[in-house]
């Protein structure tokens, strides 16, 4: 029996939903139960060394997420219940060759693109200044921008920059403008590689960053792609926080120059006291652009497959990386 074929027959599947809650799980696997808890310190369901596959728990503390990793040598794929595995990636690489790394591909397009939009809309027809109006009483009417006939750069166009602009489709904007990591051409038109951003930036009126945060991506938006952004544009991270330089963004906005609605923050969570919280003209959200009622029902669709093709050895969905490999 190779070593493949050993690990393999490990049947242990570690989900952080309950399985009684997914019909249609494939036979064969013992399905155990763990999420890590409330506080994080539920005991593991079962012996980590007989874990084949792990269910990443969704919404938890870095080190619940990743802990029983380093516990898993026969573990041979680890899903995520996430867009973006940036916080995995260092705990799966040090495990032996062969584990997949797949992500969330297919379940949080909806909701994030939901909260990509409605973070845009609010920011720019100045749905914070209602509300603190609301609080206190006070009837303030006023011009705001429209989100019509604006230029609307997407940074980052993988399946959730396309739903972003699915959702644009219907606000009559003026133009969308694509930037991913490679140029290349899609049905809508031309996606551009991050390369051509000083040339693209002077022309957005809004720019929805949406890219994964890789070593590239860190602190992509800072102070020179800042200074880029015409004067009056709105900034929209519901990527990751540390795709953005928050020195170098809070210097804009506290010239107000630029605005910013912002649901994730670099650091996050955001300390009370932070200077981002009292800000000219930025709005933030708490990191909610996944969990919505759309969330539960995609991710169990998801996992059910998944562990389908993984009894039934098809191949998998949404591999980002496969240890011993070169990371993708």
């Known amino acids: 029996m190779t070593d493949d074929t050993a690990r393999h027959s490990v049947q242990d599947v570690w989900l952080s939903i309950p399985p009684e809650e997914m019909p249609g799980l494939p036979e064969g696997p013992d399905y155990l139960f763990w999420d890590g808890g409330p506080d994080g310190t539920q005991p593991y ?13 969704y919404m938890k503390a870095q080190e619940v997420r990743v802990g029983p990793l380093a516990h898993m040598p026969n573990v041979r794929l680890v899903q995520t219940l996430t867009a973006g595995v940036d916080d995995v990636v260092p705990h799966v ?20 693109a ?13 749905v914070p200044g209602f509300v603190r109006a609301q609080d206190r ?8 921008p429209a989100l019509a006939d604006r ?4 940074l980052g166009y993988g399946a959730i920059g396309a739903a972003i602009e699915d959702r644009l489709a219907a ?38 960053v949406v890219t994964p945060l890789t070593e590239s991506t860190h602190r992509l938006v800072n102070e020179p792609f800042l200074a880029r952004m015409k004067d009056g544009a709105l900034l929209v991270n519901v990527a990751r926080g540390a795709v953005v330089d928050t020195k170098a963004l809070l210097a804009e906005l506290e010239s107000e120059r630029l605005t910013a609605a912002l649901d994730v923050t670099d650091p996050e969570p955001l300390p009370a006291g932070h200077p981002l919280w009292r800000a000219p003209g930025v709005l933030i959200s708490p990191h909610v652009g996944g969990p919505s009622s759309a969330f539960l ?5 998801l996992l059910v497959d998944q562990l389908t093709r993984y009894v039934n050895r098809e191949p998998l969905r949404n591999v980002i990386l496969t240890t011993g490999t070169a990371v993708m």
């Not at 079962?46 to 728990?57: H, I, S």
């Not at 060759?97 to 909806?110: D, F, I, M, S, Y």
């Open 114 to 126: 939901e909260l990509a939009l409605t973070l845009t809309l609010a920011s720019l027809r100045g």
């Open 297 to 301: 029902p995609r991710a169990k669709r």
């Open 137 to 144: 009483q006070e009837w303030r009417s006023a011009f705001h």
């Open 93 to 112: 690489t040090r495990l032996p060759p062969g584990v997949r790394l797949c992500n969330a591909r297919g379940v949080h397009e909806t909701s994030t």
């Open 151 to 154: 230029t609307v750069l997407i």
């Open 45 to 57: 369901p079962g012996d980590p060394a007989r874990c084949a596959v792990y269910v990443v728990p």
């Open 171 to 208: 606000f009559e904007v003026a133009r969308v403008v694509r930037v991913a990591r490679a140029r290349r051409t899609t049905e809508r038109g031309p996606v551009h590689s991050i390369e051509e951003l000083p040339e693209l930036l002077p022309l957005a009126d809004v720019v929805i």
